[in-house]
């Protein structure tokens, strides 16, 4: 472990990056045991759940499944923009929240790594150095082809991570919002990758919503001046719909609001309504990716608007 530490520090990893947690996840995609020699190194694919067992089987280093979430935000994806791991080579398209992301040492680090201790290391590694910017641009590169691109109404742009409720997100935006919302200012879009990846703070602050940084945000908010509507659009391709409980969290998020607040459960596809019908709260409404043409209203008072 101390010469994990060792070599981290050689590749420039601050403080965090270089402690016991990070030398030990470096271990574990190595596959080297307290008794192994670096040269004997290989390069699995590790999700990080398995990262966590084998370090328990190897090291008696139990990390507690609560802890799984700074494993990845704290070391994994450190590692990841340095360009000395990959993420989902089998799969680079693979949604951001699969259970089966996955993690692997990159091909020129793993070269660099196995021949820690040999005589011509230090040579390789400055070469390696001088090469890495390159090979970060590389494998940024690569992430960037696979996002998903998409044109706001107002005309701006911004990419989403590939796959995921994010794919929905997109039918939202092109097809919803043109039917149901034109003219209407997007305030947010929740990425899975970037939570705040469209984020209008200003207006949103105007209509005497303050945002909680940790409260859930509805996945798309839509601004519509005219009438003083904020449409809240849940994607529910891989969470649930606006139900009951999702009903009274979003009335909370947004009780300072001086718009009048609508309620949109979007699914991908009708037959998607089964497993949520007894859910989806009354006073809201469901739109289909695969009828975009059509809205399902629950409640006869009123279509598609706020009630007091």
Not at 105 to 118: M, S
Not at 127 to 142: N, S
Request: proline share 6%.
């Amino acid at each position: 472990m101390a010469e994990a530490q060792q070599i981290l520090g050689m590749l420039g990893f601050d403080a965090e990056r270089c402690n016991e947690r990070s030398a030990l996840v470096l271990l574990a995609l190595l596959e080297l045991d307290p008794m192994a020699e670096w040269y004997e190194a290989d390069r699995p694919m590790l999700r990080t759940v398995q990262i966590m067992r084998w370090l328990r089987e190897k090291y008696g280093k139990d990390y507690k499944p609560n802890t799984r979430e700074a494993i990845r935000r704290f070391t994994l994806h450190q590692f990841a923009e340095a360009g000395l791991v990959i993420h989902n080579p089998d799969q680079p398209d693979r949604p951001t929240n699969s259970p089966k992301w996955c993690y692997q040492i990159e091909p020129v680090a793993y070269g660099l790594l196995a021949d820690f201790k040999q005589r011509d290391f230090q040579e390789r590694l400055i070469r390696y150095l001088v090469e890495r910017p390159g090979l970060q641009a590389l494998y940024a590169r690569e992430r960037d082809m696979n996002r998903i691109p998409l044109r706001l109404p107002g005309g701006g742009e911004v990419s989403l991570s590939p796959g995921g409720q994010n794919v929905l997100i997109v039918q939202i935006i092109n097809e919803f919002c043109e039917r149901y919302t034109p003219n209407g200012e997007v305030l947010y879009i929740g990425d899975a990758d970037d939570k705040w990846a469209v984020f209008e703070e200003d207006v949103l602050g105007s209509l005497g919503v303050e945002i909680d940084s940790h409260g859930k945000m509805p996945d798309v908010v839509v601004y519509l001046r005219k009438k003083n509507w904020l449409v809240l659009i849940e994607a529910a391709s891989s969470h649930g719909p606006v139900d009951h409980k999702r009903y009274r969290e979003l009335k909370e998020l947004f009780r300072g609001s001086t718009a009048g607040l609508v309620f949109i459960s979007a699914l991908p596809s009708r037959v998607e309504i089964r497993k949520y019908l007894k859910d989806i709260a009354w006073e809201t409404d469901v739109w289909c990716a695969d009828n975009p043409t059509h809205l399902i209203h629950f409640n006869g008072e009123r279509f598609l608007g706020p009630y007091s």
